[in-house]
């Protein structure tokens, strides 16, 4: 099992940032990738952003240039650094980790955490 714990959201205004944190907890070293992911009032959870333990990145088109993700694997921690927010970008935001067990993928997720962005 993975639990993980998220923090960091909040309002901000147009243009203005926030960071997101994301603390794995429990099987952590089998852990392939963490990310972010975003739901919209009436809308579908979208990937935000993903990382995986060697680094490689994904960014969903919406939010490359002005949100960088990162992970402290001593720490187990993903971080998602929030610039130049956009009122669409307001959302529940959802820190996600995945295990690979033999063929078998495990998803994990978090409680959410709500980032308002004011026009």
């Known amino acids: 099992q993975v639990q993980l714990v998220e923090s960091g959201g909040g309002l901000v205004q147009a243009g203005g940032s926030l960071r997101l944190s994301c603390a794995a907890s429990?099987?952590?070293?089998?852990?392939?990738?963490m990310g972010w992911y975003r739901q919209a009032p009436g809308k579908q959870r979208e990937l935000a952003a993903t990382?995986?333990?060697?680094?490689?990145?994904n960014y969903a088109d919406s939010v490359k240039g002005r949100f960088t993700i990162s992970r402290d694997n001593a720490k187990s921690t993903v971080y998602l650094q929030m610039n130049s927010l956009k009122p669409e970008d307001t959302a529940v935001y959802y820190c996600?980790?995945?295990?690979?067990?033999?063929?078998?993928?495990?998803?994990?997720w978090g409680q959410g955490t709500q980032v308002t962005v004011s026009s």
């Open positions: 429990g099987s952590i070293s089998s852990i392939f990738v």
């Open positions: 990382i995986t333990r060697s680094g490689r990145i």
């Open positions: 996600n980790a995945v295990r690979w067990i033999a063929t078998t993928r495990y998803d994990y």
